[in-house]
Nanobody, 121 residues
Framework: QVQLVESGGGLVQAGNSLRLSCAAS????????MGWFRQPPGKEREFVAA????????FYTDSVQGRFTISRDNAKNTVSLQMNSLKPEDTAVYYC??????????????WGQGTQVTVSS
């Protein structure tokens, strides 16, 4: 019912920036909490950031606090993740997700297919 499509992934050098975007369709975007998760190679999917329905509240995992910024544009049905000061440890497949309530675990109702982010040293 709800489709999420990520874009903006790629290969960057450590210290540089990258902006990920997620376009949503098939639902009322403003009713969803939105989140970003990532899955490094060989590891489980982990929480990165989340944003409330209006964008008034944001949440981050400690390792990205101060470097990443999540935002949303309810008029465009999009959520973004601005990633600054990237580190090789940030290398992962990044997933956009939507849920009807806040969660920092991988139990979101809807998921995108992911976009690869690779940070070289």
């Amino acid at each position: 019912q709800v489709q999420l499509v990520e874009s903006g992934g790629g290969l960057v050098q450590a210290g540089n920036s990258l902006r990920l975007s997620c376009a949503a369709s098939g639902g009322t975007f403003s009713t969803f909490f939105m989140g970003w998760f990532r899955q490094p190679p060989g590891k489980e999917r982990e929480f990165v950031a989340a944003i409330s329905r209006t964008g008034a509240s944001t949440f981050y995992t400690d390792s990205v606090q101060g470097r990443f910024t999540i935002s949303r544009d309810n008029a465009k049905n999009t959520v973004s993740l601005q990633m600054n000061s990237l580190k090789p440890e940030d290398t992962a497949v990044y997933y956009c997700a939507a849920n009807l309530a806040y969660s920092n675990t991988a139990n979101y109702r809807y998921w995108g297919q992911g976009t690869q982010v690779t940070v070289s040293s």
